[in-house]
């Protein structure tokens, strides 16, 4: 705050000034007379004494009081920029998004607090010297390829999201280049916004839109969205690739028998098994109520009874713990892509279903 003298006030200078020289006067009257007395010497100061009372009061009138009135006015503007500037800082700290003000050499000269908490900035209000390289990217120099480093050159803004491995954030970014009245680029404003949750729930979304909710495995959505993109590389590399084709045999007796609580378990372990039996780099599918799809990347077709009986191997497996009410069957069919004489995805699920039925009215006759 700032401190006032005695001497801001035009009036009060004015009415110290006439009481000085009245003083002055006063001595001079009536002291000096004493040592030297003259009366034409007190003649003049008479004289003087009334062309004060005639200068002073028309002084006032036409310059003290517009004067003051001018300080007055000057004060008041100088209240009002102060004001508007503690309203700017107060707007500038409380907005949620970083914002940094960046010269051209990638210093940050300003950060809200939101910046200075998030980035870790060494200081409170005005950072000097502060590479955004490294407190935004974690690196010693500037990263290759930054569309705000390009921003730079190209006094254009821009928008972009990016991960930041350093903060460990998802990051979207608005690049403003701070231009001068002829221009010319200072630097740029970074406003940046801290995306990671809704990254992390398109994420989940995305997830929740491929994959079945019961059993964790790709829903039939997720299957043709992955298995289109395998046979254009069988395609590519002239490769044969295996599709299984799996049903589960009495779900619904075992839904009318101990209900559907038991018949969702019964799915679970079903599902447990297809991913044990095949590898990571499988693609397993539910794709309906009680039907599965694995499709068994780089397998050809020579491994077709192979891949079907390492899974009946594990079913037995499952049965001889003889732990459940029931006894888990899955009956399969496999079918074979071949690029040399390509079919659609629906065509090798139709023969590998035919294929399943098949299996299934082998084991009711057995």
């Known amino acids: 705050m700032e401190t006032k003298t005695k001497y801001s006030n035009p009036l009060r200078l004015f009415l110290i000034t006439i009481l000085t020289i009245y003083l002055s006067e006063f001595v001079v009257m009536y002291v000096f007379p004493l040592l030297t007395p003259s009366l034409k010497l007190r003649g003049a100061l008479l004289d003087t004494s009334l062309l004060i009372l005639i200068v ?4 006032y009138v036409l310059l003290i009081r517009p004067l003051k009135r001018q300080i007055i006015e000057m004060k008041k503007a100088e209240d009002a920029v102060r004001e508007i500037k503690h309203d700017w800082e107060d707007t500038f700290n409380t907005i949620t998004d970083m914002v940094t003000v960046h010269d051209k050499d990638f210093n940050i000269i300003r950060a809200n607090r939101s910046a200075q908490r998030l980035l870790q900035l060494p200081v409170s209000e005005t950072v000097l010297n502060a590479k955004c390289y490294r407190f935004y990217h974690g690196k010693d120099t500037p990263v290759k ?6 921003s ?7 928008s972009f999201e990016i991960f930041e491995p350093h903060l460990d954030m998802f990051l979207e970014i608005r690049a403003i280049p701070r231009l001068d009245k002829d221009r010319k680029i200072l630097g740029l404003i970074h406003v940046v916004r801290d995306i990671t949750e809704r990254k992390k729930m398109e994420e989940k979304l995305q997830n929740l839109s491929l994959t079945d909710e019961l059993t964790g495995l790709y829903n039939r959505r997720g299957f043709f969205s992955l298995i289109e993109h ?3 590389l069988a395609r590519r590399q002239n490769r044969k690739l295996l599709l299984l084709y799996a049903d589960m045999d009495n779900l619904k007796e075992v839904n009318d028998t101990f209900g559907h609580q038991e018949g969702d378990r019964m799915l679970v372990e079903a599902a447990g098994i297809l991913k044990a039996t095949y590898r990571e780099s499988d693609i397993v599918a539910r794709i309906g109520g009680d039907e599965f799809v694995v499709f068994p990347v780089g397998t050809s077709e020579d491994n077709a009874l192979a891949i079907s009986m390492r899974l009946q191997k594990n079913i037995d497996a499952h049965n001889a713990k003889g732990d459940s009410l029931y006894a888990l069957s899955i009956s399969v069919g496999v079918s074979c892509y071949d690029p040399a004489a390509p079919r659609s995805v629906d065509e090798m699920l139709a023969e590998a279903d035919r294929l399943m039925y098949r299996d299934k009215r082998t084991k009711k006759e057995a």
């Open 56 to 59: 002073f009061p028309i002084l």
């Open 152 to 158: 730079l050159n190209t006094g254009k803004q821009c």
């Open 230 to 232: 395998h046979l254009k």
């Open 145 to 150: 390829g930054c569309p705000s480093c390009n």
